[in-house]
Structure formats: structure tokens, C-alpha cells
């Protein structure tokens, strides 16, 4: 009896420890799908959190939604990267935004969820 219980408990471990690495194989999945430009965009925007690039008491003062040039400036870099990344040239961004950071920083928004949108409609069509 106690065999059978043993062997039945390694039987489920076993089974749990495949379910567990197909999850985070998914995972990695996903992960390994992005391009180094959307994970450079992705930790610009998490560096907005940084307690150096939050709001200034003067930038909440302004109480716009918009964010401040200071803080534009920051998404730029990586959002020109990652516009560039899909072939555009620097010439096409420079005349479609005339160098204004907002629209670039949308621009690259739009790029990216649509990159995500793109990685997840193929992890759903693999499973």
C-alpha cells in the first residue's frame, strides 16, 4: 500500500514539476519574442518610476497629464530605436514628427503594442 502511495505521489509531483516548466516555458517565450529595442522602450518607461526621473513638485504643480520635457527626454532615445528598428529611416521619423518628442514617444507606443499584440496572437496560435 504505502508503494502504491509513494509511487501515485511521484506520479503527481512529476506531473506538476511539467506543468510548471510548460508555464515558464511560455513565459520565456514571450520574453525571448521581443526585440532589444522593446525591452529598451519598455525600461524607459519603467524608469519614469525611478525616484530621479518622477515628477518634479514644480512638474506637479503644472497638473497636466502630459509629461515634462525633462521626462520626454527621457522615452526618446528608446522610442527612436525602436521606431528605427522597423525600417523606417531617420530622415521618414524626422518628417513624420518634425522632432517633436511627444509624437515620437506615440509613435513608438503604438509600434510596441502592436509588437506585443503580434508576440501574443502567436504564443495563442502555438498552443
Known amino acids: 500500500?504505502?508503494?502504491?502511495?509513494l509511487l501515485a505521489v511521484f506520479a503527481v509531483l512529476s506531473l506538476t514539476a511539467v506543468s510548471c516548466n510548460n508555464?515558464?516555458?511560455a513565459?520565456?517565450?514571450v520574453?525571448?519574442?521581443?526585440?532589444p529595442e522593446m525591452d529598451n522602450f519598455n525600461k524607459a518607461f519603467k524608469s519614469l518610476g525611478d525616484p530621479q526621473n518622477r515628477p518634479t513638485e514644480e512638474e506637479k504643480k503644472r497638473n497636466t497629464s502630459e509629461l515634462s520635457d525633462r521626462r520626454k527626454a527621457l522615452l526618446?532615445?528608446?522610442s527612436k530605436a525602436l521606431i528605427l528598428s522597423t525600417g523606417v529611416t531617420e530622415a521618414e521619423l524626422t518628417r513624420k514628427?518634425?522632432?517633436d518628442?511627444?509624437?515620437i514617444i506615440v509613435w513608438a507606443t503604438q509600434i510596441y503594442s502592436q509588437k506585443n499584440a503580434e508576440i501574443r496572437n502567436k504564443i495563442k496560435s502555438e498552443n
Open 1 to 5: 500500500m504505502k508503494k502504491h502511495f
Open 97 to 99: 514628427t518634425n522632432g
Open 27 to 29: 513565459v520565456n517565450t
Open 23 to 25: 508555464e515558464s516555458a
Open 101 to 103: 518628442m511627444s509624437a
Open 76 to 78: 526618446v532615445p528608446a
Open 31 to 35: 520574453e525571448s519574442m521581443k526585440t
